[in-house]
């Protein structure tokens, strides 16, 4: 079954404590990116991926990294979380950017206390 | 600020009606997507539609699309309770020779049995 998945479905953590957030996809797909939701504001773009080895950042970057070493996965990492970074978050991921279809996990709902 | 913004950001309805959603954006796009989101849940993709379209249907599903307006619009014919979800627009954007993808704030839809 093509899906994308995310792990944790729900974290609880403190502020400063280092996290990582890991999304697979099983579809070969090129394009993976990384959102946040927030309410009010709708999904905002953090990073994406064109494809291996190459990522840029979206619309709200701070505070966030990511990595692309390997085709399936693109783990979103929290250095140092704050408060302000708790939100719901979605990846994704699409044969073509916006040109094909995009598949979206689950979501993980970070709460940073 | 959004690239994509929906109207109106709330919507009820009763069963059997038909749902418009309007969106619209600032810069030239490529391809323009509707999604829905079950509360709390992932997006699901429901229509892509490129920038020379001017016109999709799928199921009960039609979308249109007008460039000079920089503008879309969904409509749901014979909506059902199971309807009742977030409706939201992606538009992609070319930045520096990478694709960022945006969406909007998203139209809440409630259809009252």
């Known amino acids: 079954e093509a899906q994308v998945t995310q792990n944790p479905r729900y974290l609880i953590t403190v502020t400063g404590k280092k996290l990582t957030v890991t999304c697979s996809q099983n579809?070969?797909?090129?394009?993976m990116s990384w959102y946040r939701q927030d309410p009010g504001l709708g999904l905002r773009q953090i990073y994406y991926?064109?494809?291996?080895?190459?990522?840029d950042k979206g619309d709200v970057p701070e505070g966030y990294k990511v990595s692309r070493k390997e085709k399936r996965n693109f783990p979103l990492i929290l250095e140092s979380p704050s408060p302000n970074q708790t939100s719901l978050y979605f990846c994704?991921?699409?044969?073509?950017?916006?040109?094909?279809?995009?598949?979206f996990g689950q979501g993980t709902r970070l709460t940073v206390v | 600020s959004q690239q994509g913004e929906e109207d109106p950001q709330a919507l009820s309805i009763q069963e059997g009606e038909n749902a418009t959603m309007n969106c619209s954006y600032k810069?030239?796009?490529?391809?323009l997507q509707w999604y829905r989101q079950n509360s709390g849940r992932g997006l699901v993709h429901l229509i892509l539609?490129?920038?020379?379209?001017r016109e999709k249907h799928s199921g009960r599903l039609r979308v249109t699309l007008d460039t000079s307006k920089k503008s879309s619009s969904l409509l749901i014919t014979a909506s059902r309770a199971a309807d009742t979800a977030s409706y939201f627009c992606a538009t992609d954007i070319y930045s520096g020779g990478y694709q960022k993808v945006t969406f909007g704030i998203g139209t809440k839809l409630q259809v009252i049995p």
């Open positions: 579809m070969n797909h090129e394009y």
């Open positions: 810069t030239s796009i490529n391809n």
């Open positions: 539609i490129r920038s020379n379209e």
């Open positions: 994704a991921s699409s044969t073509q950017g916006l040109n094909t279809e995009a598949f």
């Open positions: 991926s064109m494809n291996v080895e190459v990522t």
